[in-house]
């Protein structure tokens, strides 16, 4: 699949890690034996990741009528499935958030994206949709890496590609010889979060050439052009690409895709506000 990672960290550096606590949640997530206490030792110790955990839960995006106050509840609340992919978009915030206007901008897109991808996995029914909110989320995680490594290479090809419409792939692929999606797919790799997602980065602006998981692939496909179609990214794209492959294997219709945006956009934009 794609480029090899040693051709990216010749050129770009090593891959950032996932912090360490993170990734030993994301572990112990990942094991049926684990019980509630174990994740809450871990969790109370960093109060930061007590208090963003908390203010999450506790906000409108959850809508919950009774507030939750500590973080056994909120594990019981959430099960280990949410507290995954909530752990997952935090540390995606910290990390895609932390530099200038481009990387709030960066963070928005992804945002929508992986809400969209939600919206969408929830309407279609199609495997798990907290998983479809992280991968959305981290669609273009390739960018912000690209970003923090080279931004002198790389943000000329961000200005470029917004400002003259030009594809961004191809321009990626002629000044570095790969593209955000190589990245993306290599970091999900080294972040251990598996081969679904792994998939569906690597394809997300090709999804008929996904073999496998093309329903996912799909899904966070329209997902981002929709985020763009409302504006929520660098640019503003009044045209959604109605790519055919998208089409027939999520069983939907430009019209369905319409209303099915008409009815999300608003709530969309709301639940961004929680997680700037
Ligand atoms: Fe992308
Ligand atoms: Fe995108």
Do not use: C
Not at 162 to 174: D, I, M
Not at 234 to 249: C, L, P, T, W
């Amino acid at each position: 699949m794609g480029v090899k990672i040693e051709d990216i960290v010749r050129k770009i550096g090593s891959l950032p890690p996932l912090p360490t606590i993170a990734m030993k949640l994301i572990s112990l997530l990942n094991n049926p034996d684990t019980k509630v206490s174990d994740l809450t030792e871990i969790i109370s110790k960093d109060q930061a990741l007590t208090a963003d955990i908390l203010k999450i839960v506790n906000s409108p995006f959850y809508g919950l009528r009774k507030e939750i106050v500590s973080i056994s509840q909120a594990i019981n609340y959430l099960g280990f499935m949410n507290l995954k992919s909530l752990l997952l978009a935090l540390n995606t915030k910290k990390f895609i958030q932390s530099g200038d206007l481009k990387d709030v901008i960066l963070w928005k897109h992804s945002l929508s994206t992986g809400l969209f991808a939600k919206y969408i996995g929830e309407k279609i029914k199609v495997y798990n949709p907290e998983e479809l909110f992280v991968t959305g989320l981290l669609h273009d995680i390739g960018k912000t890496v690209l970003r923090r490594k080279v931004a002198h290479v790389y943000d000329p090809i961000i200005d470029e590609a917004y400002s003259a419409g030009r594809n961004f792939e191809g321009l990626e692929k002629a000044v570095l010889g790969f593209t955000h999606s190589d990245v993306g797919m290599l970091l999900v790799q080294e972040w251990n979060l598996g081969e679904r997602m792994k998939t569906v980065i690597f394809y997300h602006h090709h999804p008929e050439l996904a073999t496998e998981y093309n329903q996912e692939t799909a899904v966070v496909y329209l997902a981002d052009q929709l985020s763009n179609f409302n504006g929520f990214g660098f640019y503003r794209d009044f045209n959604i690409s109605y790519n055919d492959a998208m089409m027939s294997v999520l069983g939907l219709n430009e019209e369905m895709i319409g209303s099915f945006n008409e009815e999300y956009k608003d709530k969309i934009e709301e639940e961004i506000g929680v997680f700037l």
